[in-house]
């Protein structure tokens, strides 16, 4: 097995938003905003080489929205999607598997093109994986998720043919392909998946929006955006405790200087141990 870290670009979010009640004196040690607040998140996604399968964990915000909706997110960067798979060899058509931790459009976004009029895959050969109870959750949205869960980016993998859906049973993880479990955790949305992988003798977690950046690591920096800010609070103590005591190497999708990390525990609780590249981890 071989892993990738594929960047598809930077955007800028509301500082505030993405560290909820926690004072922007204390994030912004980590994340420094600009005059307008914002602060720049990395769309950084996985890809994973394995028994003929290329699996890319989350593909980015896309390109087919129109430039009043980019105008919120201040998109920048040199890297994008297609770059990172072309500098690796590969194409999009070479995709079997894309796999959406969840359905916010940061997330899910490149999966769709336009063409003419019409939304379609951007990846033709591919299966997209997402759990039937986040799907429902997306495409009845409430009303504090709306914006996040756009309808161009998420009908027409169903109308593809090419959607399949990962069965979340009682347990808390669940066996996906060889090699790789999911963790579901549901307080930054429900059922959002996170994929954990074994590779070389380590374990690596894709932390999505669990663990935005090393700067989200103590406890109560939990975004504005988690539906269930105190079930976050919950599923992030436990997973940070494990994550300690077992030395996962925990991937970062949005942190924009750092696409790895470990943690270690320290009287202050657990906390940052070191942090670069994916491949100072993997070797």
């Known amino acids: 097995m071989k892993l ?5 670009g930077n955007f800028k979010l509301d500082g505030g938003a993405m560290f909820g009640v926690v004072p922007k ?8 905003a600009d005059s307008n607040n914002m602060c720049t998140w990395a769309m950084r996604s996985l890809l994973i080489e394995d028994q003929g399968r290329l699996i890319l964990v989350d593909c980015g915000i896309g390109d087919k929205q129109d430039e009043k909706f ?10 994008s999607l297609d770059k990172s798979l072309n500098k690796l060899g590969f194409h999009r058509d070479d995709i079997t598997d894309v796999f959406l931790t969840h359905l916010h459009f940061d997330h899910c976004g490149g999966a769709i093109g336009r063409e003419g009029d019409q939304f379609r895959p951007t990846f033709k050969n591919a299966h997209f994986w997402s759990c039937e109870r986040h799907w429902e959750w997306a495409t009845k949205p409430n009303a504090r998720e709306k914006a996040s869960f756009l309808s161009e980016n998420i009908r027409p993998i169903a109308d593809s043919g090419q959607l399949k859906f990962i069965d979340r049973a009682s347990s808390e993880t669940k066996s996906v392909f060889p090699g790789i479990d999911v963790y579901f955790m549901d307080g930054h949305t429900e ?5 954990k992988i074994e590779v070389g003798g380590r374990t690596i977690v894709f932390m999505a929006d669990l663990l935005p950046s090393v700067g989200h690591i103590p406890l109560p920096y939990v975004m504005g955006y988690d539906t269930r800010p105190l079930l976050t609070l919950d599923e992030k103590e436990k997973f940070l405790n494990e994550a300690a005591d077992r030395q996962y190497i925990l991937f970062l999708e949005h942190d924009s200087e750092n696409e790895c990390c470990v943690v270690e525990h320290t009287e202050r609780g657990v906390r940052l141990a070191r942090a670069g590249k994916l491949g100072d981890f993997l070797g």
Do not use: A, K, V, Y
Not at 4 to 8: D, E, K, L, R, V
Not at 25 to 32: A, D, E, I, K, V
Not at 191 to 195: E, G, K, T, V
């Open 70 to 79: 980019f105008s919120h997110f201040h998109l920048h960067g040199e890297d």
């Open 25 to 32: 004196s204390l994030w912004q040690r980590t994340n420094p």
């Open 4 to 8: 990738h870290s594929i960047p598809t």
């Open 191 to 195: 059922s959002q998946m996170l994929p």
